[in-house]
């Protein structure tokens, strides 16, 4: 029933009719599992969508459900995805609140992989909102703990995060190499998403020290990839570098 593996499979009208034939169905029944399982799902598509608000609002449904119910387990992880809402939504005060919360759940219960997602997430709060020295030892923490489990994606984002952070310090010598180390992970996993996320961070940063052919370079791949669909985000900051 998640959104996320309904959105893989058909397209978005599609998979909303389908999680909203189950929820009416389940509410009927007052499956109250079963709805926040489906409301969380609602919530999945919606990002995917670029809906940030509407996911939130499926989220926090999904969240106060299950805390009615008391499941730790799920609970940790509707904070997580609120947490992370209000991360896209760039309201870092809200989105730490609940990602702490997630990060203590997913610690208390030794689930790894979960607590080294949020704090990702935690150290990209701590960059949006200019807290440069923790945002460097919350990256720095999250590579060690995805080298340790052996979770390839993690690495890459821990290695873009340094990236970013380095740019923002103006230190290209070192994001360059970030970047790249990134890319080499994503491009092994075939993620198109991870892979224009690198891509244009490689692209700002070559466009700063001046290595306007190189930057053009990583352009133009990401430019070939929009007709398999960039995220919003992508896509505006592709028109953005294209128009320097």
Known sequence: ?????W????????????LAESLALLQQ?????????????LGDLEEARGNYDAALERYK?????RGQLGDEADLRESHNNVGYLYFLLADYENARVYLDRA???????????????VLQSRGACELAQGEWREALATFHESLDRSRKLDLKAATAVAHGSLARLAFFEGR?????????DARKIVDQLEDRRGQAEFALGEAETLLEVGALDEAGKRLAEVEAWEKEGLSKEHEAQLAILEGR
């Open 1 to 5: 029933l998640g959104g996320r593996g």
């Open 7 to 18: 959105a893989a499979r058909l397209d978005f009208a599609d998979a909303e009719q389908a």
């Open 29 to 41: 029944h007052n499956d109250r599992p079963r709805v926040a399982l489906v409301e969380n799902g």
């Open 61 to 65: 449904r999904a969240l106060q459900l």
């Open 103 to 117: 990060f203590d759940l997913y610690e208390k219960h030794g689930n790894a992989s979960g607590a080294l997602l």
């Open 172 to 180: 290209y010598g070192a994001a360059l190499p970030g970047f790249a």
